[in-house]
């Protein structure tokens, strides 16, 4: 599986990918906005967009498909209850359902619910590697996760980042919709102070390129972004501090909700 991150240089901050197979040079356009990189980028490489996969149906993630359909004929594929939402389907995707591009890449569909009510996350499953990735849309961001403002729920992202993101394998890849890495960080270290690793992540990556960003993993992910750390003390007597209600041992819901609450303001 070769991945190629594009990244938009929009107000939005988007990221598109090419996903591609090595073997035949097919490739999935993930979320791609800026339909004239992706489709550059695809021409450098030798390879041919055969399907689009969009995360969820705001316009961010959509606005580039009816162009590379228009030059490519490929496939769109999104979540199942989103064929009202994203014009011209082709294919519906519940949990579980595996996408191939070509002969050696094969992605699962996660169900993801959380910003929309239709969004997916895609899962790498390589025949010829043991490398695992994330696509993850706008539902994990490194350091970050996502608003809840167009459609979404933050219970429903909870139980996202619970039942399925805090599962996968810590070696585990992270492709965000959005490079939003350094604000994500600045709120981690206001929530939690003395997070260290969280600091010096800041201080080495203040100022990246996003045309050649940073790819965490779910370990790093693990100690610098606040909505894994729910159990965290200082997490918690800060969060204290804005909601003097909270109990003392508050269950991670209610501290997830809360972060998502007080990072809408951010």
């Known amino acids: 599986m070769i ?10 901050r988007n990221f598109n990918y090419l996903i591609a197979c090595p073997e035949t040079g097919e490739a999935l356009a993930v979320d791609p906005l800026d339909a004239d990189k992706c489709l550059a980028a695809a021409k450098d490489a030798g390879w041919q967009i055969t399907q689009i996969l969009n995360t969820h149906e705001h316009h961010d993630h959509t606005g580039g498909n009816a162009a590379v359909v228009a030059k490519t004929g490929a496939k769109i594929l999104a979540h199942r209850n989103a064929s009202g939402k994203i014009d011209n389907v082709a294919r519906g995707l519940s949990a579980g359902d595996v996408i ?13 619910p959380g910003h929309t009510m239709c969004h997916v996350c895609l899962r790498s499953h390589s025949r010829t590697s043991d490398e695992q990735a994330l696509f993850s849309g706008d539902t994990l961001f490194n350091a970050g996760a996502g608003n809840c403002h167009n459609g979404g729920h933050p219970a429903a992202l909870y139980k996202t980042f619970a039942e399925q993101l805090d599962r996968l394998p810590e070696t585990t890849k992270i492709y965000p919709g959005h490079d939003y890495i350094e604000n994500n960080l600045r709120f981690t270290l206001a929530r939690e102070p ?6 010096n992540m800041l201080e080495r990556l203040a100022g990246q390129d996003p045309a050649n960003a940073y790819v965490s993993t779910l370990a790093v992910e693990r100690t610098v972004n606040t ?10 007597a800060r969060l204290r501090e804005s909601f003097p209600d909270l109990p003392e041992h508050p269950d991670p819901q209610t501290v997830f909700l809360k972060l998502r609450e007080l990072r809408n303001k951010w």
Not at 100 to 111: C, N, P, Q, S
């Open 3 to 12: 991945v190629k991150q594009i990244w938009t240089g929009n107000n939005y």
């Open 100 to 112: 191939k591009v070509g002969r050696t890449v094969e992605l699962e569909a996660m169900d993801t």
């Open 194 to 199: 003395d997070n260290a690793d969280a600091a």
């Open 227 to 236: 909505f894994f750390r729910l159990t965290s003390p200082s997490v918690i």
